[in-house]
């Protein structure tokens, strides 16, 4: 794939996750959050490596962490971004241990997971996408439990509901600040 293609294709691609994470935020309330979703994205150390790893149907980042054993720029972006469980891991006495979420971010997560599969999976989305992505890492990740059964319920309340019925729910839990 040459370089402009590259380019254009990881630009068109963050811009549509963008700009679906942020409408399924004020679907759900979100508001601040929907409008400053993943801003990190456009710093140039993540988008240098969106622009040389981008292939179009999943993250850049998956690239890089094959070819070079990890990546920058998933490092630079998890540690700046508070709807990725990985920025709530901290150091505890007895080595790093998962801090539990405020529910906002477990919100955004769902949004942005639930965008996520949207834009990689195009016309084979279905309501059951981001439930079946997030269980085939579950076994591998260091979540705090509680952060761990929100977001579990909430794509398992997806699979069985619509978005149309969670974004609702969600909606209703924001307004009444939990």
Known sequence: MK???KVKGHLSTINKHK???GELCFRCGLYKQGLLHDMSKYSPIELRTGFKY???FRSPIDAQKEEEGYSMSWLHHKGRNPHHWEYWLDNSKNGVA???MPE???????CDRVAASMIYQKEKYTD???LDYYMQGRDHIMIHPETDRLILFLLC??????????CRY???RVRKGT
């Open 170 to 172: 969600i909606r209703r």
């Open 157 to 166: 309340y997806l699979s069985e509901n619509g978005l149309e019925k969670t």
């Open 104 to 110: 906002r971010y477990v919100y955004e997560m769902f």
């Open 19 to 21: 700009i679906k994470v």
């Open 3 to 5: 370089a402009l293609s």
């Open 128 to 130: 059951h996408s981001a």
């Open 54 to 56: 981008y292939q179009g």
């Open 98 to 100: 998962p801090v539990k």
